[in-house]
């Protein structure tokens, strides 16, 4: 099976743009679902690297996209962004499922380069509170690094996306992030989640100003 090519769209636009930016997004986001190639679509708002609701960007919005013929996307970056950034990821590792099916189905065998990680879940009602009393430490743990949250609806769908500079660099924030440790030894447990993704990418090609926008 072929590896899909999983494309990151981020652009920044002026308050004044924002309507506007949403509904050239959703436009895409409906024509993108039409293609039989197309695996996964979606227009996603974003937050800081604090990854709460709190911390939302309204003026920088996400277009995510998976395609299974391993094709980029038709550009989207509407001619008014002050910024963007595009990159263009291979899957290596996933596990969970986004809206009932696996986005990613085939995976490369491995990467020496830079890696990322998307992780999105859709959190049950009760257990929001506690959930986002945790994200803090995590948050603190990722530092400065290329990073940002976002959602498909307030609260209860989030996920967040983080830039390594390599999978070793990834496997030693795991051994020594403690929250975050934590965290994941408590979520079988406790069963935050309806659903949940982990998936894990290798960078291909970057185009833009990605530490600007993933900041």
Known sequence: MTVPLVTLEVCRVPARDVARLVV???????RRRRDPDVLLAKLLATTGRRFVPGDV???????????????PAAPW???TALGSATLHLRPLASRGRWDGVD?????ADHSDGPVAVLTRA???ARHTRRFYADVPAIAAEVGTRPAFGFGEAPLLRQGTFSLWESAASLSSFRRGALAHRAAMRRTPEIGWYAEEL????AVVRTVGTVEELLS
């Open 57 to 71: 960007r309204p003026t920088r919005w996400a277009l995510l996209t998976c395609r299974a013929d391993a094709e």
């Open 103 to 107: 986005p990613f189905p085939a995976c």
């Open 77 to 79: 970056t509407p001619p």
């Open 122 to 124: 859709s959190l049950r």
């Open 198 to 201: 982990f998936a894990r990418l």
């Open 24 to 30: 050239s997004g959703r436009r895409a986001v409906r």
